[in-house]
């Protein structure tokens, strides 16, 4: 089964371009299928890891949280079983 793990957060004003930076700067830790960073207005920064795994439950790794001044809230954490693919 294909689970995708998604990571967002909103960076504090003004410290959009320093929240990509650390999260460029993580290490992908395992190996995913796939890892793409994505950045938004508003300081928005998403991590998006696809991972095989054989069940739902299977623990993956996640970025962490970044330092606590470079958010504007906390961050924010999905994962999704893949159902169909087009």
Same mark, same amino acid.
């Given at each position: 089964?294909?689970?995708?793990?998604?990571?967002?957060?909103?960076?504090?004003?003004?410290?959009?371009?320093?929240?990509? =930076?650390?999260?460029?700067?993580?290490?992908?830790?395992?190996?995913?299928?796939?890892?793409?960073?994505?950045?938004?207005?508003?300081?928005?920064?998403?991590?998006?890891?696809?991972?095989?795994?054989?069940?739902?439950?299977?623990?993956?790794?996640?970025?962490? =949280?970044?330092?606590?001044?470079?958010?504007?809230?906390?961050?924010?954490?999905?994962?999704?079983?893949?159902?169909?693919?087009?």
């Amino acid at each position: 089964m294909i689970i995708a793990q998604m990571w967002e957060a909103r960076a504090a004003e003004g410290r959009g371009g320093e929240l990509l =930076a650390w999260v460029r700067e993580q290490p992908v830790v395992g190996e995913p299928l796939r890892y793409e960073i994505l950045s938004a207005e508003g300081g928005r920064v998403l991590a998006i890891t696809w991972w095989e795994v054989p069940t739902e439950a299977e623990a993956l790794p996640e970025l962490p =949280a970044p330092p606590p001044e470079l958010l504007g809230r906390p961050v924010h954490r999905w994962r999704f079983t893949s159902r169909e693919v087009r």
